[in-house]
């Protein structure tokens, strides 16, 4: 019954000990002041016309720089590769507006003919009564409020009430010259065109001068650190070079079935939609809901019945269901690093501050910046407040909900790491370090004892809901895998592997030293050796005092160790040790003191184990487990020299005496 630690198994995060030492706290994570936010999201806002544009050659920089390269290593010139990158890529878009524009123009002269079949399923609603009158109710009441309206409108003044004048018909007649119908058509064309125009060139320029442009950033920002700014810079580029076009195949994946399904179900324009589709599932979310509401639309008003409606609102929800769970994980998963309430909240913030464009632009803009937060300490808030990686320690996550006293939330957070670790790995590496930030608040005086107290009967009450998965790991253990009967000498990755001995036929007493948090560490040892088949009996620190201690039943125990999360409590477990040997002879007893390094010299445990007498002295989960397992014979207990000293004078006197 050999539990192995798993393959793989995550190391925790370094720096564990400085988290944990009081001299050298978790840097905390600094926040811009009001005025800096204020004046940031103020210059966005009334710079939008400078910095929206910078914005958009930004992104598409970062989409075609990929394509530059290849270009340039196919032995194309750098000019050119950038030309052709540029010029394909807004000839492309150019190709989907014209296409979108022309779809357009069709269905709206298509419109009048659809009239009919509208009414035709609003009287079909009025007769079949559905929605108990709502329909007939809100028409009465438009209708009201349209006549009301119109009163106060038409109600003339009580002079003019006695001479009415009659309606004099008046025709308008345009004298507009041909140069003002040119400039009231190409007026409204000018803006957009330019702007378009602006980001080809920025573009260009940029993707000409990339290495210049990073080279200044770097200057700007991280001269000091070339390392950081350069990994900034490479994880950013990749991340939404990556996002932009996978999202594009995404949509590509999506848009081409939605297309030719609405052609096979025969609603009109089926291009236009499937382009739609593509286009507006760049925008988060409201996106794929707009794209499906138009073609329902007109799947209402060309039939006249209700089936085409429905086969189409099916169409887009399966399409849906398989792009959003199988495609996207597939092809780029959570890899733009944003958590789903990041996504959400960054859309509705960059679209109040730009609008439309903003909400397409919202997700790579906000991928930049938490990049931005990864990599450099002054932007470290953004990553915090929309990154999707976790904010907090797993240990420190679950001393957290002990604290908080909730220790469902402890457990479900035990489970969900129980799906990839063993039993052993967790205690070792997330539940003890738990434990030992408890105690580290204990021993700055920041922790009561009503907190003491509840942390170590939460972690308890976790000990026993976690009982159904060690019962599971053990019958796991019991039946031998293929691996176990075959193993394979050649996986490296066993190396590192610790191997934990059966405890059939040993009994064990698991017990605290010094208080609370001790028993809860205790009990977790407890259930580790029970998975070894190990017959374990537990004990409280209580039990440990001079007067308790001989009323502890140890006739049946092989080995007793008793677990400290203080390391300044070697005196202790000195005495502890010598009044267990005292109360049995033939008793093992080995002493823990818990540690995040459990890996500590093997050299220093032994000399500290001989010091205080006892069998073993272990740091972490596994040494704890091995040396209440082990078959070696019990330590005699050695005399303290001043007692010996005093039994040499007494003996030594009573010679004299029997001489005399």
């Known amino acids: 019954m050999a539990a192995n630690r798993r393959n793989g198994m995550a190391s925790p995060a370094h720096g564990l000990e400085d988290i944990l030492s009081p001299a050298a706290p978790h840097p905390r994570t600094s926040l811009p002041n009001v005025a800096t936010i ?23 920089t970062f989409a075609l720089a990929p394509l530059v390269s290849a270009l340039k290593r196919a032995g194309i010139p750098r000019i050119a590769a950038v030309i052709v990158s540029v010029l394909g890529a807004f000839a492309a878009l150019a190709l989907f507006s014209f296409i979108v524009a022309t779809q357009v123009s069709e269905l709206a ?18 007769e079949t009564g559905v929605g108990g009158g709502i329909i007939a109710r809100l028409s009465k009441v438009v209708e009201r409020v349209g006549q009301e309206i119109d009163r106060q409108e038409t109600s003339p003044p009580a002079a003019t009430l006695e001479k009415p004048r009659e309606p004099v018909p008046v025709e308008i007649v345009s004298r507009e010259r041909p140069l003002e119908v040119l400039q009231n058509i190409v007026g409204p064309l000018i803006s957009p065109l330019g702007s378009a125009g602006l980001i080809i060139v920025v573009v260009i320029f940029m993707l000409l001068e990339r290495e210049d442009l990073r080279d200044r950033f770097i200057r700007l920002v991280g001269y000091g650190d070339l390392h950081r700014t350069t990994e900034a810079l490479q994880d950013a580029g990749k991340r939404v070079g990556r996002y932009l076009l996978m999202q594009l195949v995404v949509n590509i994946v999506y848009a081409v079935p939605i297309a030719a399904g609405l052609w096979i179900l025969g609603i009109p324009n089926a291009l236009l939609w499937g382009l739609l589709a593509l286009g507006l ?3 988060p979310y409201i996106g794929p809901a707009i794209g499906m509401l138009l073609p329902l639309f007109l799947a209402l008003a060309v039939a006249p019945g209700w089936s085409l409606v429905l086969w189409t609102a099916a169409l887009f929800v399966v399409m849906e269901l398989i792009t959003g769970n199988v495609v996207e994980p597939w092809l780029y998963g959570s890899r733009t690093g944003l958590s789903s309430l990041a996504i959400i909240v960054a859309a509705i913030f960059w679209t109040w501050l730009w609008g439309p464009l903003g909400l397409v632009l919202s997700t790579p803009l906000t991928v930049c910046l938490v990049v931005l937060g990864r990599h450099v300490p002054q932007f470290e808030f953004l990553d915090v407040l929309f990154g999707n990686e976790p904010v907090l320690e797993p240990h420190a996550r679950l001393y957290q909900r002990l604290l908080a006293g909730d220790p469902d939330e402890a457990t479900d957070h035990a489970e969900e790491m129980l799906e990839e670790k063993y039993l052993v790995e967790f205690y070792d590496k997330v539940a003890i370090p738990a434990l030992l930030l408890g105690e ?13 107290r509840q942390v170590a009967e939460s972690a308890l009450v976790m000990v026993a809901n976690l009982d159904d998965s060690a019962h599971e790991e053990a019958e796991e253990e019991d039946a031998p895998t293929a691996a176990e009967e075959e193993p394979d000498d050649k996986d490296p990755s066993r190396e590192d592997e610790t191997e934990l001995p059966d405890g059939t036929d040993l009994s064990v007493l698991c017990t605290g030293g010094r208080g609370e948090l001790d028993d809860a560490a205790a009990a977790m040892l407890a259930q580790v050796l029970e998975v070894q088949g190990t017959t374990v009996s537990k004990a409280g ?15 049946t125990i092989d080995t007793v160790v008793v677990g400290f999360l203080n390391r300044d409590s070697i005196k202790h477990a000195r005495f502890l040790v010598r009044r267990l040997k005292r109360a049995k002879a033939a008793l093992r007893v080995g002493i823990v003191f818990w540690s995040q390094a459990a890996n500590e010299d093997k050299e220093a445990a ?22 209440a397992l082990s078959n070696e014979p019990p330590i005699a207990l050695k005399l303290v020299a001043k007692r010996r000293m005093r039994r040499q004078r007494a003996t030594s006197q009573k010679a004299s005496a029997a001489s005399t």
Do not use: C, W
């Open 606 to 627: 032994e000399k500290l184990a001989r010091d205080i007498n006892a069998d073993f002295v272990a740091h972490g989960m596994v040494d704890a487990v091995v040396g």
């Open 109 to 126: 002269q298509n419109i009048p003919v659809y009239q009919a079949n509208i009414l035709t399923k609003v009287r079909s609603l009025k």
């Open 281 to 283: 599932r760049f925008v």
């Open 38 to 60: 204020v004046t940031t999201v103020a210059a966005l806002y009334f710079g939008r016309e400078v910095f929206l544009p910078i914005a958009i050659a930004l992104l598409l």
């Open 541 to 555: 620190f209580a039990d440990m005092e001079p007067a308790n201690i001989r009323r502890l039943e140890l006739e």
């Open 440 to 452: 580290q608040d204990r021993a700055r005086g920041v922790m009561g004892d009503q907190q003491r």
